[in-house]
Each structure stands twice: as C-alpha cells, then as structure tokens.
Nanobody, 116 residues
Framework: QVQLVESGGGLVQPGGSLRLSCAPS????????MAWYRQAPGKERTMVAR????????YTGPGRSGRFIISRDDIKNILYLQMNNLIPEDTAVYYC?????????WGQGTQVTVSS
C-alpha cells in the first residue's frame, strides 16, 4: 500500500508563504501523476495543481491564481506546493494525491490556516 506523507502546513498571516511537501513511499515515477487538492470547511475537495509523470505542471481552480507553484524533486522523491501571497480564502486542508491507471492514493492532509 502506497503512503503519502504531507508536511509544511501551519498558521500564516495574509500575504505570507508556505511550502507543502509530500513524500510518497514509492517512486514518483511509478505514478501516472501527482497532484495537490484542498478542502475548505463545508466545501468539496478541489484540485489545485497536478504534475504528470512527464513533468509539465497544470493548474486548476484556485491554482490558476498564479500564487501556487507545483514542483517535484525527482532525486529526493518529493512533491512540493509553493504557496505565495496567501489569503484567508486559502484556508483549507491540503491533500497530496498520486494516481495510477486504476487506483489513486491520498495523504492524510495538512492544515493551512491564513489569518491575522
């Protein structure tokens, strides 16, 4: 069973930055792709950004604000989400996702709270 371990969440003031990390228990290249999602209280889980095995990043929904950057360190086998100029609406639990052809995996989530 593949495990995804996220880290890097926390409390940050508006305008601040955070970098989330996701360390899978399997090689990143075993997946068709990886992604970051987020879920705010009372809302559905939505994709923020994804990066396929080929490495070209795609941004969706809140990820299109230009404030998020998804990246991957192939040597360290870690997925990142750099979040800049954070606003209170970015407050959510952020989840790492890895997908294969017929299966996908989720991390436990890391809380990001943007508040003054």
């Amino acid at each position: 069973q593949v495990q995804l371990v996220e880290s890097g969440g926390g409390l940050v003031q508006p305008g601040g930055s955070l970098r989330l990390s996701c360390a899978p228990s399997a090689s990143i290249f075993e997946f068709n792709g990886m992604a970051w999602y987020r879920q705010a209280p009372g809302k559905e889980r939505t994709m923020v950004a994804r990066i396929p095995r080929g490495g070209i990043a795609h941004y969706t929904g809140p990820g299109r604000s230009g404030r998020f950057i998804i990246s991957r360190d192939d040597i360290k086998n870690i997925l990142y989400l750099q979040m800049n100029n954070l606003i209170p609406e970015d407050t959510a639990v952020y989840y790492c996702n890895a997908n294969e052809l017929y299966r996908q995996y989720w991390g436990q989530g890391t809380q990001v709270t943007v508040s003054s």
